[in-house]
């Protein structure tokens, strides 16, 4: 027997909702750690009282949006907010009717509603009496199965693409585990280059063996090479090794010993390094490339906010071979991490140092230090213990290493 129901846009929004919250599982990019963290919540709270002042509104912010698929909580925080990173107050606005800012997907339509100096925004539009003013549509509804990655439609903080490669390969060492980094020691048939498909072999550094092959478990493993310091240009502490990515290789056998009898006829143990297959190749391998194991998959947290606490950076390196100069769209690394509080998140400002010039209007050749001058915004995409990975969202001119990163105004 087939039964009809009244479904609203409001049922569907739920529906949507509690399906979102389990997408914490799924191994998607898009279904990014769906956490929203207290400092978030708190803000959208205060502002969800009363919403924020119109003056706080971008210039063409319109009446209506309705979200589209390809869409960012970037980019349509700054359609109605003059500032895209206090996404919080955005969502704030919309309390009520977003329990989860990462949730928000296509098909929805954000209504801007101005009253009394302030703004609020909803998902439903509200007439004069207070009832919902969106047609009520009457859909067949009738049991059915159906599998699909639940968090895939749900929009992302930008453009996931953009960032896929540094959350899937291996940018940051410390000293110890560059030191302590299995490297491959030998190739089939003498092969100077190895690619996908390649067999080679691989020995663990110093008292570090590679993992024993009895585990059942496929053991994945990234190749890199080149691993260059990275350090601090104001302290000269070096805060880490930039490792270049060149492939994964899958581990067949594992490092082991075995007992042999020479030609004078007396024992010897024989080292048998491990056997690896060459899986993915971004670049050719070599002798001499380290490995480090494949990390459980991580999810990130990416609503767009600005720091609450005070932060003064720099950047320290433009990612990409021989490149000094970034643009937008390109990552940057800078020289703050966990440790100083940085989360994945964070948007900051790119300042450009003032000029020192002579003040040449002045008799006693005064010299003078222009004010450094915003030069567009980074988010913080990638953490680790003392630097960060960001994307350069928007650059006026071209940013160098040794950039300023402040909290933005």
């Known amino acids: 027997m087939m039964t009809r129901f009244k479904v609203t846009s409001r049922m569907v929004t739920i529906a949507m909702a509690l399906l979102g919250s389990i997408v914490l599982a799924a191994p998607a990019l898009s279904a990014t750690n769906l956490i929203v963290t207290p400092g978030q919540k708190a803000t959208a709270e205060q502002v969800a009282q009363s919403g924020v002042p119109l003056s706080e509104l971008a210039a063409n912010a319109p009446d209506s949006y309705s979200v589209r698929r390809g869409d960012t909580l970037w980019g349509i925080s700054g359609i109605f907010l003059k500032r895209p990173w206090r996404?919080?107050?955005?969502?704030?606005?919309?309390?009520?009717?977003?329990?989860?800012?990462?949730?928000?997907?296509?098909?929805?339509?954000?209504?801007?509603?101005?009253k009394d100096g302030r703004a609020t925004l909803r998902t439903l539009s509200s007439s004069n009496?207070?009832?919902?003013?969106?047609?009520?549509?009457?859909?067949?509804?009738?049991?059915?199965?159906?599998?699909?990655?639940?968090?895939?439609?749900?929009?992302?903080?930008?453009?996931?693409?953009?960032?896929?490669?540094?959350l899937a390969e291996p940018m940051i060492v410390d000293e110890m585990e560059l030191q302590s980094a299995p490297r491959i020691v030998a190739t089939r048939e003498d092969r100077v280059l190895l690619t996908r498909g390649d067999r080679a072999y691989a020995r663990g550094q110093g008292d570090t063996v590679m993992i024993d092959d009895a585990s059942q478990k496929q053991k994945l493993y990234r190749v890199f090479r080149n691993a260059t310091p990275l350090k601090d240009p104001l302290s000269g502490e070096v805060l880490g090794y930039e490792a270049q990515y060149v492939g994964k290789a899958l581990l067949v056998r594992g490092e082991s010993t075995e007992q042999s009898i020479d030609q004078n006829g007396k024992?010897?143990?024989?080292?048998?390094?491990?056997?690896?297959?060459?899986?993915?190749?971004?670049?050719?391998m070599r002798v001499?490339?380290?490995?480090?194991?494949?990390?459980?998959?991580?999810?990130?947290?990416?609503?767009?906010?600005?720091?609450?606490?005070?932060?003064?950076?720099?950047?320290?390196?433009?990612?990409?071979?021989?490149i000094i100069n970034a643009a937008q769209n390109q990552?940057?690394?800078?020289?703050?991490?966990?440790?100083?509080?940085?989360?994945?998140?964070?948007?900051?400002?790119?300042?450009?140092?003032?000029?020192?010039?002579?003040?040449?209007?002045?008799?006693?050749?005064v010299e003078l230090k222009l004010p450094d001058e915003r030069n567009g915004l980074l988010m913080v995409f990638r953490t680790f213990e003392k630097l960060s990975?960001?994307?350069?969202?928007?650059?006026?001119?071209?940013?160098?290493?040794?950039?300023r990163v402040v909290n933005p105004r």
């Open 87 to 114: 996404w919080p107050e955005l969502w704030g606005m919309n309390l009520s009717d977003i329990k989860n800012p990462h949730l928000i997907y296509p098909g929805q339509t954000l209504y801007l509603e101005r």
């Open 129 to 166: 009496d207070g009832t919902s003013a969106e047609p009520i549509n009457t859909v067949r509804l009738s049991p059915r199965t159906r599998y699909e990655a639940v968090g895939d439609g749900a929009l992302p903080a930008l453009k996931s693409q953009l960032i896929e490669p540094f």
């Open 267 to 284: 024992s010897r143990t024989d080292i048998v390094p491990a056997t690896i297959d060459i899986v993915t190749a971004k670049e050719e």
């Open 288 to 322: 001499g490339d380290r490995l480090l194991p494949e990390p459980d998959r991580q999810f990130f947290n990416y609503v767009p906010r600005a720091p609450q606490d005070r932060v003064d950076a720099r950047i320290v390196s433009v990612y990409g071979d021989a």
């Open 331 to 365: 990552v940057v690394a800078i020289n703050r991490g966990t440790r100083d509080g940085v989360e994945n998140g964070y948007v900051m400002a790119i300042l450009r140092d003032g000029a020192r010039l002579i003040d040449k209007t002045d008799a006693a050749q």
């Open 389 to 403: 990975y960001a994307l350069i969202l928007e650059v006026t001119d071209v940013v160098r290493v040794g950039d």
